[in-house]
């Protein structure tokens, strides 16, 4: 079992930064690929971003590709999204969530593990 809590949502004006963690519970954290996904009112959740177990290789989503970054500190159990130069059409609330190495990085059914969401309201 893993369990993952996302932090660092917010409210923020249109050009602003944010930074989400995601803090997971266990031994097993740099066993899994990480992913974040996030949902916007009336929308279906989408894919935003994925990593790998050691951090080496990311996906990006080409919506926020630029804007974007994403980390991962097996040592603390977290991984980051670094989210500059946001726009209003960012506003969701955004999900970490863990998958085995071998399955599809952005279909969310891949994912075995999901954190409750934190929310990221982008002002104009």
């Known amino acids: 079992q893993v369990q993952l809590v996302e932090s660092g949502g917010g409210l923020v004006q249109a050009g602003g930064s944010l930074r989400l963690s995601c803090v997971a519970s266990?031994?097993?954290?740099?066993?899994?690929?990480m992913g974040w996904f996030r949902q916007a009112p009336g929308k279906e959740r989408e894919f935003v971003a994925s990593?790998?177990?050691?951090?080496?290789?990311?996906y990006i989503t080409d919506s926020v590709k630029g804007r974007f970054t994403l980390s991962r500190d097996n040592a603390k159990n977290t991984v980051y999204l670094q989210m500059n130069n946001l726009r209003p059409e960012d506003t969701a609330v955004y999900y970490c969530?863990?998958?085995?190495?071998?399955?599809?990085?952005?279909?969310?059914?891949?994912?075995?593990?999901w954190g409750q969401g934190t929310q990221v309201t982008v002002s104009s």
């Open positions: 266990g031994r097993t954290f740099s066993t899994y690929a």
């Open positions: 990593i790998s177990r050691s951090g080496g290789s990311t």
């Open positions: 969530a863990a998958r085995w190495p071998s399955k599809n990085f952005n279909v969310m059914g891949d994912y075995d593990y």
